[in-house]
Each structure stands twice: as C-alpha cells, then as structure tokens.
C-alpha cells in the first residue's frame, strides 16, 4: 500500500537544528518522498490524515537484549555482580528457545508502542531474536553473544550459530547482522583479532560492551596493564564499524583513543544509573567529535524499552552532573536515537531522517495529548515532555505495524499469553 500524508507536521533537520514544516508526504513502495513520483498515480493513495500529529523519523535503540524482556524486575536492587552472574547468567542457562523468541517478541512490542522502529541486540539464542523482529515487522541489527579464547575453537559453536542465522534471515531486507563479542571479561585478546578479521571481511558491523564498571577495568588494568579500550584498540577491533555500550569508566586517552578510530559509543544511562556503574562523560564525548547514540540496554538492567524515558533521563542526568543547563540540549538528544545512530549502523540518509528516498520508517506523535499540550517546542517536547504513550502509529518501511494505538503485525494477547506461560515454569 502507498499513501499520501497530509496535515501533519514534519520534522526536520539541516545541520543547524531540528525544526517541523506544515507539508504532505508521501509513501511509495516503502519510501518517502516530498513530492510523488511521476509514475505513480495520486488517485491510488491512500490518504492518512496526521492533523494535530508531528510525523517524525522512527527511533532507533541501538544497544538491547530482547530475549531479558522476560527477566523484567526479575533481578532489581542488587549489585552488578549478584545481578548478571547469580540472577541473570542461571536463567539464560535455562531458558529454552521458544522462551527466547517470546521473550523477544515481547521486546518488538513494546519499543513498537513507544516509537522504536529499529534496534540494535545482542542475545543469546540462535534465530530467535530475528524471527521474532521477523514475524513483527521491526527493522533490526542482530549479533550473537560471542565469548571464548578462540573464535574458531571454544567460540566457534556461537559463531557458526551467528553465521547460520545470518544465512537464513538476512534476505529479509529489515534484518542485518554484526559480529558481537560479548565483554573484554569474557573473550580473549585473541577472539577480539579474529572477530576484527572476519567483520573487514565479510563487510558487517562489530558490537560490544565496553568499560563498563569499576571491576572490569581494575581488572583489565591488573591481567594486561591496559584499560578496557586500550586492549580494544591494540587488537584492532576499534574502527568507525565499531559500536561500543556503556563506555562509563574513562581514564586517560580512552576518549581520543575511540575518537580517533571513529567508533560510536552508545550510552545506557537507565541501566547503568540502576546497576550502580555511574554515568559516561558525554561532554567529553561530544567535545572529541564521538558519534553519541542511546540505548535502553535490556529490560533487566532497565525495566523498560521505552526510549523517549531514556531521552529524558540522559539530558537531565547530565545537567545536574555538569551543572550547566545548556547540557545535552533537545535538539541533541533526539539526533542521537535518530540521525547519529543511522550513521552508526551504516544508514545515514536512510533511516533516522525524513528526506527524498529514504525509508519510510515513521512514527506518528499525538500532539492534542495533554503531555505535549501546549505545541510551544516540539522539538523540546520530545525530549523533556513524552512519556511515549503519545506514539499513535507507527511505518517501518512502508508498513504500518501499528495503527492509531492498535497493533498491526502483533497478537498481544497471544504474546501475553505465551510469555506468562515461559515465567510460570522457568522463573
């Protein structure tokens, strides 16, 4: 289905600033487009009213666990350790695939209802967190935890399982798959190299968690004399493919170190003000040139996937840390699950923006809701006024998967259903 979009407002951007204009757009074979293209018959649209509604490019969280959605309050208020190696690490042992996929799909549904038409995971289960994007119609990036000494050796099982999954589901044009190395902690100098290697070679992305707590690098620092991003750097995993989660505990030339190769760090700031880690220092960040994205993490170390939630907490958290109110402004922070992480994942210009050819992933926010009532900034409101529950529908390439608040391509109720039943006999 092709549509035209009237009596919105759009948001958009030039290098300056983000801003909205009062015009039509339309939607062909899963595109935008200013003005229709001249084959295409106007008469065969359909037309979506988006009076009192901004039409803004659908967000993008680029660090999550889709399978933990099942785990949501299942470990809160225990220390980092407690938390991933005696809470979290048992379940996942014991969740069996099905858990997996429903968990995940759960995940879909949630950063669907909140404006979210892309995201970045991380999981653990083979196929199942991109059968269930699949079957929800999200756009996403999928890399399989990795761990080991030796890809090729104890590491290659997850391996295989990442390349097997990429075979069977990258011809789905809204799934891609990256290379991800699990953490510094659990994977070797070695199998950083070799990841390097193959993501040059096959052309994917990397993914990994980064620095992240206090132990990680007091460790790192006593086991190879180096911090996290120093032993990154020195195997050669850090380039502009690169994404890097957390990126908390900075010391030294770690900031110009990931400046200079051009990789994109993701803060957590949920997760990790949750987990006791602290918060990254995004002002030197952005002073270096880093490319800054934001993500919610996983629904055990956030309790939700609500990136509008996530929008608030890092500009507030930050002006109070710095003290300057000029921190982290609205403007900044919607660039960041938008056009910043577009590049960060290779689509600049292709998603995150709303421009002549670029995918139609768009989401539709209520501006008559008393949240965001009176319009005085939309921009703003954005930022500092949406909760999320102002998303009224939302298009992922072209595909409405949710429509004035009801579902699409999602059976909640079966969801609900089938995840309850994963909790009642494994948690």
């Known amino acids: 289905m092709n549509y035209k979009i009237i009596n919105g407002a759009i948001l958009k951007s030039d290098p300056e600033k983000l801003y909205t204009l009062s015009e039509d757009l339309f939607v062909v074979d899963g595109k935008v487009y200013e003005n229709l293209p001249e084959d295409v018959k106007e008469e065969e649209l359909e037309i979506v009213d988006a009076a009192h509604h901004l039409v803004m490019p659908g967000l993008i969280n680029l660090h999550t666990h889709a399978y933990m959605t099942v785990l949501r309050n299942y470990a809160d208020d225990v220390d980092f350790d407690e938390w991933l190696f005696k809470r979290v690490m048992p379940v996942e042992d014991r969740l069996p695939q099905e858990g997996a996929y429903w968990s995940s799909f759960l995940a879909c549904m949630e950063m669907v209802r909140t404006g979210t038409t892309c995201f970045n995971d991380m999981h653990m289960f083979r196929g199942q967190s991109a059968r269930a994007a699949a079957d929800a119609g999200v756009r996403a990036f999928i890399g399989r935890g990795l761990v080991g000494e030796d890809l090729y050796v104890d590491g290659a099982s997850r391996f295989e399982d990442c390349l097997e999954e990429q075979k069977e589901w990258e011809s789905s044009k809204l799934l891609k798959f990256v290379l991800a190395p699990h953490a510094i902690y659990s994977c070797s100098a070695k199998l950083y190299e070799q990841v390097a290697r193959e993501a040059e070679e096959r052309h994917m992305l990397k993914h990994t968690h980064l620095s992240e707590s206090d132990v990680e690098v007091a ?209």
């Open 219 to 427: 460790n790192c620092l006593e086991k190879y004399g180096k911090t996290p991003v120093e032993f990154l750097r020195d195997t050669g995993f850090l380039d502009e493919k690169t994404i890097l989660a957390h990126c908390v505990k900075m010391q030294g030339e770690d900031i110009s170190i990931i400046a200079e190769a051009g990789s994109t760090v993701v803060t957590n700031p949920a997760s990790n003000a949750k987990l006791g880690n602290g918060f990254a220092p995004l002002h030197k960040f952005a002073e270096s040139g880093v490319n800054l994205c934001l993500a919610t993490d996983g629904t055990s170390s956030n309790n939700t996937l609500n990136l509008f939630r996530e929008m608030n907490l890092v500009s507030l958290i930050h002006k109070g840390l710095a003290g300057d109110s000029t921190m982290l402004p609205a403007d900044q922070v919607v660039r960041m699950v938008t056009e910043n992480a577009a590049a960060a994942v290779g689509m600049k210009d292709q998603i995150g923006t709303i421009r002549d050819g670029a995918n139609a992933d768009l989401i539709f926010i209520d501006l008559n809701e008393p949240s965001m009532f009176p319009n005085n900034n939309i921009v703003s409101s954005l930022c500092y006024s949406a909760n999320g529950s102002e998303v009224d529908s939302v298009m992922i390439d072209g595909r409405f998967v949710m429509r004035k608040r009801e579902f699409v391509t999602m059976d909640g109720e079966r969801v609900r259903f089938e995840v309850q039943r994963i909790v009642d006999k494994y948690l």
